[in-house]
C-alpha cells in the first residue's frame, strides 16, 4: 500500500507539540480510513491520528479520558492533544510490538492471552452500569444486528444446511431479547489481537485505538476471539479467561454464540456477492463451529 502523506497542517499542529519535529513514520493500516503516522523530534516521540469521522474522534477521545481512569501508563497510551477540527490526536507511545501475526512461543502466548484477559477485566471493572441512554443505544445496535442477520439470511439460505439456517433464524429473533437480561458495561469495542501490544523486554500487554469505545455488553468483546480463535485453540481461551477471572454466565455464552453467527452469515453474504471465495470459506466455518457449539 502506498505511503499515506502527512498533512502539512497536521505536521504544523504536532510541532506545536513537539517542537523540533524531524521523523515522520506511516503505521498506518492497510486501510483507505486508517491515518496513522509516528512522529520524533530526537528522542522523543508519539503517535498522530486522523479520525475518519466525528463519531471516531469524539469516541476515541472518551475512550482515552475512560483509559486514564482504568489502566495505567505502562497499559494504555495518554492523550497529549486533540484537534476536533482536524479530527487529530496525538498520543504518547507504548513499548511493544502488535501481537497480530507475531511468531510467540507457546507459553508466551498463553501468558500473553491471559494478561489480556486481566487487563480487559480492569477496564470492565472501572465502568459503571450505564445510563437509561446508554441502554437504549445498545438495544438499537442489538436490532441492527439481528435484522442484519436476518437479510443476510435471505441471500445465503440457499448455501446453507438446515441447522446453520436455524442458527441465523435464532440470532435475528433472539439477540435483541438476550442482550437485554446482561449488565452494561463501557467496553473498548475492539479487543483484538491487532490492539494489543507485547514487550517482549518486560513481558508486559498493551492496548491501543480506543475509537470504537462505547457501551454494551461483555460478550461483545469476544466476539472476534470466539470465532477466529478459540474453536481451535481452547488452550487460549481458557488462559484468557484465567486472566479475566471469571467464566462467561450461560445467557453471555447463549448471547456470544448468536453474535458470532451474525459474523459468520456477514462474511458468507459479503463473499457471495463479491465473489471472495476467502470470505465464503470463513464464513462457513464459523457457522460450522457455532453449529457445534464450539466457541
Known amino acids: 500500500m502506498t505511503e499515506k502523506p502527512f498533512p502539512p497542517e497536521l505536521r504544523a499542529w504536532a510541532a ?28 522523543r516521540s508519539a503517535f ?28 494504555a497510551p495518554r492523550l497529549l492533544a486533540a484537534d476536533p477540527h482536524l479530527r487529530a490526536l496525538l498520543s504518547s507511545p507504548l513499548p511493544g510490538q502488535v501481537v497480530r501475526d507475531l511468531p510467540l512461543d507457546l507459553d508466551v502466548e498463553l501468558r500473553l492471552h491471559e494478561n489480556a484477559g486481566r487487563l480487559l477485566r480492569l477496564w470492565h471493572d472501572a465502568s459503571d452500569s450505564g445510563s437509561a441512554a446508554d441502554r437504549a443505544a445498545v438495544r438499537a445496535a442489538m436490532q441492527e444486528q439481528a435484522r442484519e442477520a436476518a437479510d443476510c439470511l435471505e441471500d445465503t439460505a440457499a448455501h446453507l444446511a438446515a441447522d446453520r439456517i436455524a442458527l441465523v433464524e435464532a440470532a435475528s429473533k433472539n439477540l435483541v ?34 475509537a470504537m469505545a462505547r457501551y454494551g455488553v461483555a460478550a461483545e468483546e469476544f466476539v472476534w476471539l470466539g470465532g477466529a480463535v ?10 484468557y479467561f484465567t486472566g479475566y477471572g471469571r467464566p462467561l454466565t450461560q445467557g453471555e455464552e447463549q448471547l456470544l454464540r448468536l ?17 471472495r ?4 470459506a470463513r464464513g462457513h466455518l464459523i457457522l ?5 457449539h464450539r466457541l
Open 177 to 210: 431479547e438476550l442482550a437485554e437480561h446482561v449488565p452494561l458495561v463501557f467496553r473498548h469495542g475492539d479487543y483484538a489481537t491487532r490492539n494489543w501490544l507485547y514487550d517482549a523486554k518486560t513481558g508486559r500487554h498493551g492496548l491501543i485505538d480506543f
Open 277 to 280: 471465495g476467502d470470505l465464503v
Open 288 to 292: 460450522d463451529r457455532m453449529a457445534s
Open 16 to 43: 506545536d507539540y513537539l517542537s523540533g519535529l524531524d521523523t515522520i513514520e506511516d503505521r498506518s493500516w492497510p486501510r483507505n480510513s486508517s491515518r496513522v503516522w509516528r512522529v520524533a523530534a530526537g528522542p
Open 48 to 75: 498522530v491520528k486522523l479520525s475518519p469521522s466525528e463519531l471516531d474522534y469524539d469516541r476515541e477521545v472518551a475512550g482515552y479520558a475512560y483509559t486514564r481512569r482504568a489502566l495505567t501508563e505502562h497499559q
Open 259 to 275: 453474535l458470532i453467527v451474525r459474523l459468520g452469515v456477514s462474511y458468507l453474504r459479503n463473499g457471495l456477492v463479491q465473489g
Open 230 to 239: 478459540w474453536p481451535t485453540r481452547p488452550d487460549l481461551k481458557d488462559a
